[in-house]
């Protein structure tokens, strides 16, 4: 079976302009979740959403904003690009099973803000 | 405000030797606890999860949860060079995980 799938790798984007960056969970996962990490730290809930509703947000600015679609693909929107929203960012899928909520990372898309 | 708190080393050990990776969290609620891999430029890798209070083994790992005093462990035996990497803890209380740092392993030949 295929992993979570990331479009694009690699970003390179100027101060104040917007981005998107989409996802595709692993086949048969119903949530998607957005972290943002950068060099050094762990990775920070952005969001996560279930069966297309927002289940989750995490102490991110209202510029970041997301979506799911009905084949549970999901696009995070960054406006306003600042030099700190360099990073690389990360979407994972999530299924329940065994008593928790397992969550697969995809390989990511390194953002770079000039 | 749920924290996960991780030494974030490095952590140096000889190749054969035991490696103990150790991990605090704030929330006793947490019911679910996650160890992932990640190597320098790439994602997360989910290697272990642990639900219950007491060792789980997988092959060469063996993650220890001890909810009583919020503490769950990864040990790596055998540690093998590729082994090295950063090692993350996430907690989980109901669907969205809190992160650690992260601890970085050098196993050295």
């Known amino acids: 079976d295929a992993g979570v799938t990331q479009s694009p790798t690699h970003l390179i984007k100027t101060r104040g302009q917007q981005v998107t960056l989409r996802c595709s969970p692993i086949?048969?996962?119903?949530?998607v979740s957005w972290y943002q990490q950068v060099l050094g730290q762990g990775p920070q809930f952005i969001f996560q959403y279930y069966e297309k509703e927002e289940r989750g947000r995490g102490n991110f600015p209202d510029r970041f904003s997301a979506r799911q679609f009905p084949n549970y693909s999901s696009e995070l929107n960054v406006n306003a690009l600042l030099l700190g929203d360099s990073a690389l960012y990360l979407c994972?899928?999530?299924?329940?099973?065994?008593?928790?909520?397992?969550?697969?990372f995809g390989p990511g898309t390194r953002l770079t803000v000039t | 405000q749920k924290e996960v708190e991780q030494n974030s080393g490095p952590l140096s050990v000889p190749e054969g030797a035991i490696a103990s990776l150790n991990c605090t969290y704030s929330?006793?609620?947490?019911?679910?606890f996650f160890w992932y891999r990640q190597y320098s430029g790439k994602s997360p890798e989910l290697i272990m999860f642990i639900y219950s209070n007491g060792d789980k083994e997988d092959g060469r790992f063996t993650a220890q949860l001890n909810k009583a005093s919020q503490y769950v462990s990864l040990l790596i035996r055998d540690s093998q060079p590729s082994d090295s990497a950063t090692y993350l803890c996430a907690v989980t209380g109901s669907y969205i995980p809190t992160f650690g740092r992260g601890t970085s392993l050098i196993v050295h030949p």
């Open positions: 086949s048969g996962h119903k949530s």
């Open positions: 994972a899928s999530s299924v329940f099973q065994g008593g928790g909520y397992e969550q697969y």
């Open positions: 929330d006793r609620g947490s019911q679910s």
